[in-house]
């Protein structure tokens, strides 16, 4: 298997998987290629490169069968591919490319290869094929299929008792679990957990980390902000709590939910 993802141009092994990096500059990363180039318009310079390297090299492995893990760009450059191409939709990709002029051109060309197009939830395929002309939008109807993401949850309870018992101040221990950014609505989580009188416990950063601070403060709330953490150590964080708290504006099949569920941790949620 060969995975080819942005980064500084090299070729490494990891786990028995060959990976090529092609570049891409600072547009890709976290917090995701939307969050960059809100902050920087001028990071979408790097992807016709990026692109352009990533179609050679498709081209170059003669691969036998393609997985296009987003539809922007991912699903652009495998049309360089001479094999069949199955493309992945996410969640924001689909989003995007449901606002983009020239989207009926790319699903197009996307079916006319015999592509096969998996969307992570009925929600995402309804929003893309709403989007195309009525004819276009049953053709990709027919070429899709709706399948959540797996979900793989590691042995964290010996940390999520040793989180508990450093947390534990005799109220609900709430855990937010994600990018600090606009769409995530953390505040509205900040606001469940002051009315509810319940410590908050936020995993993640992100531009939007210093404002989050400031409304906990605002409304006492008793609020730990952990930063960007290795999965195990979030899927800890969860175990660990009382309530998972999940305000996001839109997901595609939030993996943070499956894994609440998972490790059989309630979800709290607020109100569109």
Not at 32 to 40: I, K, P
Not at 137 to 142: D, F, H
Request: glycine share 10%; hydrophobic share 50%; charged share 25%.
């Amino acid at each position: 298997m060969h995975v080819v993802a942005p980064g500084s141009p090299g070729c490494r092994e990891v786990s028995g998987v060959t990976v090529w990096t092609v570049g891409g500059g600072d547009l890709f990363g976290w917090p995701g290629m939307v969050a960059r180039l809100r902050e920087r318009p001028a990071r979408l310079g790097h992807l016709p490169p990026f692109a352009a390297r990533a179609a050679h090299r498709l081209r170059a492995l003669d691969a036998s069968r393609v997985v296009a893990h987003f539809l922007l760009p991912a699903g652009i450059v495998a049309l360089a591919a001479r094999a069949p191409i199955e493309l992945v939709g996410h969640g924001s990709d689909v989003r995007l490319l449901a606002r983009l002029p020239g989207r009926a051109t790319l699903v197009r060309a996307w079916l006319d290869r015999g592509a096969s197009v998996r969307f992570v939830s009925s929600a995402l395929l309804d929003l893309l094929a709403a989007s195309l002309p009525a004819p276009l939008g049953q053709e990709l109807r027919r070429a899709s299929h709706v399948a959540p993401p797996l979900v793989e949850v590691h042995d964290v309870a010996d940390r999520a008792r040793e989180l508990r018992r450093r947390a534990r101040r005799g109220r609900e221990l709430w855990v937010s679990v994600g990018r600090l950014v606009p769409g995530k609505r953390v505040e509205r989580g900040i606001a469940l957990a002051a009315a509810a009188g319940a410590d908050l416990v936020v995993v993640g950063d992100g531009p939007e980390r210093a404002r989050l601070e400031a409304v906990a403060a605002s409304r006492r709330v008793r609020a730990t902000f952990v930063g960007k953490v290795e999965r195990r150590e979030a899927l800890a964080w969860i175990a660990a709590s009382d309530r998972v708290v999940h305000t996001s504006a839109a997901e595609g099949a939030s993996s943070v939910l499956a894994e609440a569920a998972a490790l059989g941790v309630p979800v709290v949620g607020a109100e569109r």
